[in-house]
């Protein structure tokens, strides 16, 4: 089974520098996708930002990036210029690529999350 | 486009009530899931639904849970005889494709078991 681990349980920022939460994984497949979703107050879940394990590139939103390190299993989302509006938790997490496997193959494997806090 | 629409958005149940739920995906798809987070922690996957078919139950309580997507209307979560430890927000999630690349999430509904 797949494991998703958020080591950061809070971050701070100032507002316009930069951030970096941690993700890291843990699985035996070799294709997957993995997801940065963000849950502001509201509690609604949002996607950030999305990367397909089997592209080298590193995915980017306008000011979310991400640092896919396959073999370290290691998906970290940077925050550039933050943002009042960022402050949210963040959730890491995981999906399996093989669409066949009915089973298993659709469900997302969420992280604990990390709260991010938004300093003006 | 409306997105996935869930209600009610906060429930009160007392124990051994029953709770229902509702989800209705986005225009065009075909494949719910739910997710349940208790307070302070992750969502964890509970069940992948498909037109009139449960697909994945896996994380599914043995007990008292249930869940259905019928040929119309929208999915239902049913959580017979509630107890306190099922206070939690259950987020409903859909996509278009089978294991669809993206799940677009709903607001969630908010249970409060008294």
């Known amino acids: 089974a797949q494991t998703v681990t958020q080591s950061q349980p809070e971050m701070s920022v100032q507002e316009a520098e930069t951030v970096t939460l941690s993700c890291t994984y843990d699985?035996?497949?070799?294709?997957?996708?993995l997801f940065w979703y963000k849950q502001p107050p509201s509690r609604q879940m949002i996607l950030v930002i999305r990367q397909e394990a089997y592209k080298q590139q590193n995915a980017t939103e306008n000011r979310f990036s991400v640092n896919f390190q396959k073999a370290a299993k290691s998906f970290s989302l940077k925050i550039s210029d933050s943002q009042l509006g960022d402050a949210a938790m963040y959730f890491c997490a995981y999906r399996s690529y093989e669409i066949i496997k009915e089973t298993s193959g659709s469900r997302l494997t969420f992280g604990e999350g990390t709260q991010l806090t938004v300093n003006p | 486009n409306a997105g996935v629409m869930q209600n009610p958005r906060h429930l009160v149940r007392r124990r051994g009530q029953e709770a229902r739920l509702r989800c209705s995906p986005m225009k065009g798809h075909s494949h719910v899931y739910w997710y349940r987070q208790l307070p302070e922690e992750g969502l964890k996957f509970m069940v992948y639904l498909q037109k009139e078919n449960i697909i994945d139950e896996s994380g599914m309580p043995k007990e008292r849970f249930s869940a259905e997507f019928p040929k119309e209307g929208p999915s239902i979560l049913r959580i017979q005889q509630v107890v306190r430890g099922d206070s939690a927000a259950y987020f409903c999630a859909s996509s278009r494709l089978a294991g669809g690349q993206v799940q677009y999430f709903g607001p969630g509904t908010r249970l409060t078991v008294t």
């Open positions: 699985t035996s497949e070799s294709d997957y996708y």
